[in-house]
């Protein structure tokens, strides 16, 4: 902070105009770094200086690395991300994989589901809807948040207890069912015998030519 100090006399309400105005609106900022300002004085005993103040109380522990650490904190708390998902450890924060785990729910639940639905809902009101009358819907997968082993133990636990067949976990994990594919595979293997045979047919009649 700094003081403007007029000494041995006073301006006039012009010069303290012209002088109120430059310092709000362009003696701040980096873009107006170096600028200067003319006033007129009538008077030759006056002086003006700036000095510059004291911290106030308050702000004499408040250092560079302090700032920067509030800067950051309200930077992630402005997008929604919990601290621990950015490696940022709090006093008192234990860090466990429980810990993170849980914080990592709340973010999905808290800021990237509804942000996601919001993204899905403007789309399919303009760009999919533009495309005429269908029944198409965009949809976005979900973030997975969730451990490989303990996915398999939840699914191999709803397969023996006849929940879900095996088929139904593959389309949930976003595979191709095994009958589809068994169907797809021997698809598959006799167009590569109808292509083999056309070939020898092409060789044969290329021989006879010949």
Same mark, same amino acid.
């Given at each position: 902070k700094?003081?403007v100090? &007029?000494?041995?006399?006073?301006?006039?309400?012009?010069?303290?105009s012209?002088?109120?105005?430059?310092?709000?609106?362009r003696?701040?900022?980096?873009?107006?770094?170096?600028?200067? &300002?003319?006033i007129?004085?009538?008077?030759p005993? !006056?002086? &003006?200086?700036?000095?510059?103040l004291?911290?106030e109380?308050?702000?004499?522990?408040?250092?560079?690395?302090?700032?920067?650490?509030?800067?950051?904190?309200?930077v992630?708390s402005?997008?929604? !991300?919990?601290?621990?998902?950015v490696?940022?450890?709090?006093?008192?924060?234990?860090?466990?994989?429980?810990?993170?785990?849980?914080?990592?729910?709340?973010?999905k639940?808290s800021?990237?589901?509804?942000?996601?639905?919001a993204?899905?809902?403007?789309l399919?009101?303009?760009? &999919?809807?533009?495309?005429g009358?269908?029944?198409?819907?965009?949809?976005f997968?979900e973030?997975d948040?969730?451990?490989?082993l303990?996915?398999?133990?939840?699914?191999?636990?709803?397969?023996?207890?006849?929940?879900?067949?095996?088929?139904?976990?593959?389309?949930?994990?976003?595979?191709?069912?095994?009958?589809?594919?068994?169907?797809?595979?021997?698809?598959?293997?006799?167009?590569?015998?109808? !292509?083999?045979?056309?070939e020898?047919?092409?060789?044969?009649?290329?021989e006879?030519?010949?």
């Amino acid at each position: 902070k700094f003081a403007v100090i &007029i000494e041995g006399g006073n301006l006039s309400s012009e010069a303290r105009s012209a002088l109120k105005k430059f310092l709000a609106q362009r003696a701040t900022g980096v873009k107006n770094a170096g600028r200067a &300002i003319e006033i007129s004085i009538d008077d030759p005993n !006056v002086k &003006i200086r700036i000095e510059k103040l004291g911290l106030e109380s308050k702000d004499k522990d408040f250092s560079f690395s302090d700032g920067r650490g509030q800067n950051r904190d309200e930077v992630i708390s402005a997008h929604g !991300v919990p601290p621990r998902l950015v490696g940022i450890m709090a006093a008192g924060q234990l860090g466990g994989v429980g810990e993170i785990e849980g914080q990592l729910t709340i973010f999905k639940q808290s800021t990237i589901d509804p942000d996601q639905e919001a993204l899905e809902n403007l789309l399919n009101s303009t760009i &999919i809807a533009s495309f005429g009358t269908h029944k198409w819907r965009l949809k976005f997968n979900e973030m997975d948040i969730t451990d490989a082993l303990a996915d398999t133990e939840k699914y191999t636990r709803l397969t023996e207890a006849g929940i879900l067949t095996p088929d139904e976990v593959r389309e949930d994990l976003g595979r191709m069912p095994l009958e589809n594919q068994r169907e797809q595979i021997e698809t598959t293997k006799i167009g590569k015998r109808i !292509v083999g045979a056309l070939e020898a047919i092409r060789t044969h009649l290329e021989e006879y030519d010949d």
